[in-house]
């Protein structure tokens, strides 16, 4: 789900959005989502969610991202 996150074009989410994006079952997303709000990644927004871009989480998944693709790049 974070992997799906990092590649998100809107500034809001929805569980349904995350179902699709991941290929989870909709209670599968919905038993994580509380997890992710925890660890400010998901901020509550209405029935939506933002993206927490200055979540620690989500910041080392950013950069993990990155080096794993810099790596997959590189000769």
């Known amino acids: 789900m974070l992997d799906a996150l990092l590649y998100a074009d809107d500034e809001r989410v929805s569980q349904a959005d ?5 290929g989870l079952a909709r209670k599968q997303v919905w038993m994580h989502v509380d997890r992710l709000e925890e660890y400010d990644v998901l901020v509550a927004a209405g029935d939506d ?3 927490g871009e200055e979540s620690s989480v989500f910041g080392s998944v950013r950069a993990l991202d990155a080096a794993v693709v810099g790596a997959a790049l590189s000769p």
Do not use: D, K, M, V
């Open 18 to 22: 995350l179902h699709e994006w991941c």
């Open 49 to 51: 969610y933002a993206i």
